[in-house]
């Protein structure tokens, strides 16, 4: 479940502070050297390494080694620095040059680039963006990922809600992929390990001619993947629909394509 929200401190130091319009050093303080880029970093890892749960100002200046105050003069609040940490991490996201490829293979690219993300930093498939940054992160990914759809006869609106639905959908596998990689780790098994431990259990109750198909499927299924459900093959199933459907909306609006060597 969503617990964060970007934009929901104040926006205009939020503003300025993603774009460092007035990034300035504290007159005074133990610590002269740290900037905001040292504060977005260490709040960055906190949440990598425990999750937004663990984030706190009183966390992140530990982590500095000052005191918790001395934050609150490079950073307002908790909600200013998570929109720095993802504006940050928009940031850094590799950006390849798609500009000569088909246009599947770059909305593949955009939607593989968004679970890289979210596999290096797991918090962020948890920040809902329906108010988005407006920072020169989220500004420069939003201009590369448009450019997977442009030139495809499709108006503006049209190129967005594409991108948008690319987006959600990446999103949504992410959070899967990282709800199952919490059930093994805290059950301290495998998804193979678990089934193996437990389908004695279920075949003693579970009579097969009462749900046939459901028991040909689901033994089908768990033959091909290993278990109940794979993130993987649920994301690379999906992500060829998504670009089914997309293809759908452009028909004959884009070029044709020839097909990879």
């Known amino acids: 479940m969503t617990t964060e929200r970007t934009s929901t401190?104040?926006?205009a130091r939020t503003l300025r502070l993603l774009w460092r319009e007035t990034v300035g050093e504290p007159k005074r303080g133990p610590r002269r050297g740290l900037s905001v880029d040292a504060v977005v970093d260490a709040a960055t890892a906190l949440a990598d390494a425990e999750g937004l749960t663990a984030l706190t100002m009183r966390r992140v200046a530990q982590a500095l080694g000052v005191v918790p105050m001395t934050l609150y003069t490079y950073v307002p609040g908790k909600a200013e620095l998570l929109d720095l940490m993802l504006d940050a991490a928009y940031a850094r996201m590799p950006r390849d040059d798609i500009a000569a490829r088909p246009w599947r293979e770059r909305v593949r690219?955009?939607?593989?680039?968004?679970?890289?993300?979210f596999e290096t930093h797991p918090w962020a498939a948890d920040v809902s963006t329906t108010r988005p940054l407006l920072g020169p992160g989220?500004?420069?990914?939003?201009?590369?990922?448009l450019s997977a759809?442009?030139?495809?006869?499709?108006?503006?609106?049209?190129?967005?809600?594409c991108l948008t639905y690319v987006l959600g959908f990446?999103?949504?596998?992410?959070?899967?992929?990282?709800?199952?990689?919490?059930?093994?780790?805290?059950s301290a098994m495998s998804e193979r390990e678990w089934w193996e431990a437990n389908a004695p259990l279920l075949a003693r109750v579970l009579d097969?001619?009462?749900?046939?198909?459901?028991?040909?499927?689901?033994?089908?299924?768990?033959?091909a993947h290993g278990s109940a459900y794979?993130?993987?093959?649920?994301?690379?199933?999906?992500?060829?629909?998504?670009l089914d459907a997309l293809a759908a909306l452009?028909?004959?609006?884009?070029?044709?394509e020839r097909p990879s060597s």
Do not use: W
């Open 149 to 161: 759809l442009d030139g495809l006869g499709l108006d503006d609106v049209a190129m967005d809600d």
């Open 250 to 256: 452009i028909g004959d609006r884009a070029p044709v």
């Open 138 to 145: 989220q500004m420069a990914k939003y201009e590369y990922e």
């Open 9 to 11: 401190g104040d926006p």
């Open 170 to 186: 990446a999103q949504s596998c992410a959070r899967a992929a990282a709800d199952a990689r919490a059930v093994e780790r805290d």
């Open 230 to 242: 794979s993130p993987r093959h649920a994301y690379a199933f999906g992500l060829a629909r998504v």
């Open 208 to 223: 097969p001619a009462a749900y046939p198909t459901a028991s040909r499927v689901g033994a089908a299924a768990g033959a």
């Open 109 to 117: 690219t955009v939607a593989d680039g968004n679970m890289a993300l």
